[in-house]
């Protein structure tokens, strides 16, 4: 985690080798769409519990505020990890070993970015709330059934990133942090992600369904 706040002092000091335009001309007034795949990592004593499977996702919606050097970042992120259970449950009779655990995770955060021309650097903090699956086991007469346990979970989400206009699209990609206040296992929850993507402009789409909800007089 402290590698990201050192990442995006780095990001956001002043560089001398580029030069910020005065106006962003990429995201002013723009809706943008950033699906993205990569990995997320579990840090410190989740890795007791959990431990990396590809792939995690994301999808996300770049929302310029009125200075389009701040941005509302609303996106869910889907991640699978491998689990090990590490505390009986008395509501079963087995103790579950390289099984699947879920993260649907949706984070409603803040940032900020600068444009060097094509180049955009950005980060990005707010709050999560998701669902994080659990896989237990049963012993059924001679079968063994599978089942997923779920609870609601609240965390924190941060990032940097970049991403670069190409002719009709973002290429991009993004380093951040998830922690979440519940426990895992008896375990704390730290997850690095690292996620590369396309990021789309979708202003038209969403003023046409302003227009459909709302239709002037």
Same mark, same amino acid.
């Given at each position: 985690?402290?590698?990201?706040?050192?990442?995006?002092?780095?990001?956001?000091?002043?560089?001398?080798?580029?030069?910020?335009?005065?106006?962003?001309?990429?995201?002013?007034?723009?809706?943008?769409?950033?699906?993205?795949?990569?990995?997320?990592?579990?840090?410190?004593?989740? /890795?007791?519990?959990?431990?990396?499977?590809?792939?995690?996702?994301?999808?996300? &919606?770049?929302?310029?505020?009125?200075?389009?050097?701040?941005?509302?970042?609303?996106?869910?992120?889907?991640?699978?990890?491998?689990?090990?259970?590490?505390?009986?449950?008395?509501?079963?009779?087995?103790?579950?070993?390289?099984?699947?655990?879920?993260?649907?995770? +949706?984070?409603?955060?803040?940032?900020?970015?600068?444009?060097?021309?094509? &180049?955009?650097?950005?980060?990005?903090?707010?709050?999560?709330?998701? +669902?994080?699956?659990?896989?237990?086991?049963?012993?059924?007469?001679?079968?063994?059934? !599978?089942?997923?346990?779920?609870? !609601?979970?609240?965390?924190?989400?941060?990032?940097?990133?970049?991403?670069?206009?190409?002719?009709?699209?973002?290429?991009?990609?993004?380093?951040?942090?998830?922690?979440?206040?519940?426990?895992?296992?008896?375990?704390?929850?730290?997850?690095?992600?690292?996620?590369?993507? +396309? /990021?789309?402009?979708?202003?038209?789409?969403?003023? /046409?369904?302003?227009?459909?909800? &709302?239709?002037? /007089?």
């Amino acid at each position: 985690m402290k590698s990201l706040f050192v990442i995006l002092a780095i990001v956001f000091s002043y560089n001398p080798c580029f030069s910020q335009s005065g106006t962003d001309t990429l995201h002013y007034k723009k809706v943008y769409y950033f699906a993205g795949t990569g990995i997320g990592i579990p840090l410190g004593k989740t /890795k007791n519990v959990l431990s990396s499977k590809l792939f995690a996702g994301s999808m996300g &919606l770049d929302i310029a505020l009125k200075n389009p050097r701040y941005y509302v970042y609303p996106a869910l992120y889907l991640m699978s990890f491998n689990y090990d259970q590490l505390i009986n449950d008395s509501d079963y009779n087995r103790i579950v070993e390289n099984g699947r655990s879920n993260f649907y995770m +949706l984070s409603l955060a803040g940032g900020t970015r600068r444009q060097y021309d094509l &180049l955009n650097t950005y980060a990005y903090l707010g709050p999560t709330i998701g +669902l994080v699956n659990e896989p237990r086991a049963n012993d059924v007469g001679n079968k063994v059934v !599978m089942e997923s346990k779920y609870s !609601m979970t609240f965390g924190t989400k941060l990032g940097v990133g970049a991403d670069y206009k190409f002719k009709g699209f973002f290429l991009g990609a993004e380093i951040g942090y998830l922690y979440n206040v519940n426990k895992i296992q008896g375990n704390p929850v730290h997850v690095l992600t690292v996620m590369v993507g +396309l /990021k789309s402009d979708i202003t038209r789409l969403g003023e /046409k369904v302003v227009d459909i909800l &709302l239709p002037s /007089k």
